[in-house]
Structure formats: C-alpha cells, structure tokens
C-alpha cells in the first residue's frame, strides 16, 4: 500500500466532540520551532508550531484528553491491521502569507519502526496540502531531488494511512488561520 484516504471516518457526532475539543482556548498546545525535525535550530523561520502530545514515543498515554481520543485510535488500528500505537500527537501550524513546505521526513528514522503505518487525521477546514514523496527513507538515504506522489488537501473527518517509510511534509495555511491535526503511528 502507498497510501489510502478514508472520508467521514468518524461518526459526526464523535468527530465535532474531537474537533471542539481541538480548537477550544482551553485545548493547551505547544510551541516547536520545527515542526518537521528538531535541528536545534532556534532562528526565526516559518517551519514553527504547536503540538500536544497524547501517546509519547515510549508508547506512554500522557495528555489527560488520551482517553477521549483513544477510540479514534482504536478504529485507525483497525483500519491499518496493526497491533501497537507508537505516537500519537497533535499537530497545528499557523497561516503563513506565502506558501511554506515544511522539511520532508519521515517520523521515524530508527529503522526498527520503519514498517509503521503513519496516518493523519485531519481536525479543521483548511488549506496546506500534504505531500507524500516517491521517494523512501532507508538509514544510507541521501536526499537529492525529491518527487512528488501526491498531494492530499485536508477534509475534516479525513484519514489518510500511508507507509512510514514514505517521505512526507505538510504545508502551512494561506487561506485559513490554521491547520489542525493528529498524527500517529502504528506498527
């Protein structure tokens, strides 16, 4: 499989609670000056954003909504046929006035985990597609010139499973105040 999209995966119902959840003022998000990698970097530039850490790499329920957003994950498992959640994590980046694509990646480099299934699940309406490469990430890996599979415009309600292999990015909003989502892996 390369990727798989999946509208309306939540009923509606189950869907507005994560979404009002997600974008209320009392939602605690994160800052992170890189949201694609953590390089340390701490220079002004557009790859900044916040993240709320549900489920930690060590496999470790932290955020006192993971309860809540537990039965989504549990539906995605069944929909990937994989057995363990490695991470699990809010994303959002903010309008931008120019159009910015965050740095490719892939959200594991430890090549035990490179057989994940990484999903996104799209929270809000909005512009800032993501960007699945053709290109796969393997530890002697050298990035020369990246090509493009596709590109995914976000939906709410949307999943999108693909191989966490695969290199990836996401772009920032220029139409909409932000880009709200969650990401997770599986094995």
């Known amino acids: 499989m390369s990727f798989k999209i999946i509208d309306n995966f939540l009923s509606k119902t189950y869907y507005n609670q994560i979404f009002d959840l997600m974008t209320s003022n009392n939602f605690p998000w994160f800052y992170n000056p890189n949201i694609s990698y953590d390089n340390g970097n701490q220079k002004l530039n557009y790859e900044y954003g916040f993240f709320h850490i549900f489920i930690n790499n060590k496999g470790q329920a932290i955020?006192?909504?993971?309860?809540?957003?537990?039965?989504?994950?549990?539906?995605?498992?069944?929909?990937?046929?994989?057995?363990?959640?490695?991470?699990?994590?809010?994303?959002?980046?903010?309008?931008?006035?120019?159009?910015?694509?965050?740095?490719?990646?892939?959200?594991?480099?430890?090549?035990?985990?490179?057989?994940?299934?990484?999903?996104?699940?799209?929270?809000?309406?909005?512009?800032?597609?993501?960007?699945?490469?053709?290109?796969?990430?393997?530890?002697?890996?050298?990035?020369?010139?990246l090509t493009i599979n596709t590109e995914i415009n976000p939906?709410?309600?949307?999943?999108?499973?693909?191989?966490?292999?695969?290199?990836?990015?996401?772009?920032?909003?220029?139409?909409?105040?932000n880009r709200i989502l969650i990401n997770a892996n599986f094995i």
Do not use: W
Request: charged letters at 25%; glycine letters at 4%.
């Open 63 to 145: 955020s006192p909504f993971c309860d809540f957003i537990k039965p989504l994950l549990y539906q995605i498992m069944d929909s990937t046929n994989t057995k363990k959640i490695i991470r699990t994590r809010g994303d959002m980046v903010t309008y931008k006035s120019k159009k910015i694509v965050h740095q490719a990646h892939v959200d594991f480099e430890n090549i035990d985990l490179l057989n994940n299934k990484s999903v996104v699940f799209y929270i809000n309406e909005t512009d800032g597609n993501t960007i699945l490469y053709n290109e796969k990430y393997s530890q002697d890996f050298k990035i020369k010139k």
């Open 155 to 177: 939906k709410p309600n949307r999943l999108l499973i693909f191989d966490g292999n695969i290199l990836h990015t996401g772009c920032s909003p220029m139409k909409y105040a």
